[in-house]
């Protein structure tokens, strides 16, 4: 199994530093559906990494998280693109330290684990060099690309340093 992990703000939805934690200030990146599809397209399975320490300082609940990824999730199918998993830290080391925090390797292992995917046929791409770092972390390819800019443009690049 081949596995294209991408982190969610900035990435999937428009980055907002108020956090996102509900539908409606969910806001897709231009051109995440088509980037997607074509990730799909190549054969690989698509997992979101994310931090979301909101949970931590007590602005959210995981109960949000879940109920927002869901949402995402469901409309990602409504246009064909199934996502294995969405994995999120609820920590943040100002209230509690952990090890599945980025730049932590611990979300993407765990998924290289469960679905049996070798990371050396997986990617990840992130916005923050903590993203790279989680990835380098687990042996996975990580590329850095600018919040909430459209991956029309680089993914075909990405596939073809990962066909």
């Not at 190549?42 to 602005?59: C, D, E, H, P």
């Amino acid at each position: 199994m081949k596995i294209a992990f991408l982190d969610r703000d900035g990435i999937i939805n428009l980055d907002n530093p108020l956090y996102t934690y509900t539908p409606g200030d969910f806001h897709w990146v231009d051109g995440v559906m088509e980037s997607c599809r074509m990730i799909c397209e190549a054969g690989f399975q698509i997992v979101v990494i994310t931090n979301q320490s909101g949970i931590a300082k007590g602005l959210y609940t995981a109960a949000d998280v879940e109920a927002l990824h869901g949402y995402m999730k469901q409309e990602f199918e409504k246009n064909g693109i199934p996502i294995l998993e969405a994995y999120y830290c609820p920590h943040h080391e100002s209230v509690s330290l952990c090890i599945c925090r980025k730049p932590q390797s611990q979300m993407v292992e765990k998924a290289l684990a469960r679905f049996g995917a070798s990371a050396a046929h997986c990617f990840f791409i992130g916005d923050r060099q903590r993203d790279v770092d989680c990835a380098q972390g687990a042996g996975v390819k990580g590329y850095l690309v600018k919040t909430n800019h459209s991956l029309k443009k680089i993914i075909p690049g990405i596939l073809r340093n990962h066909s």
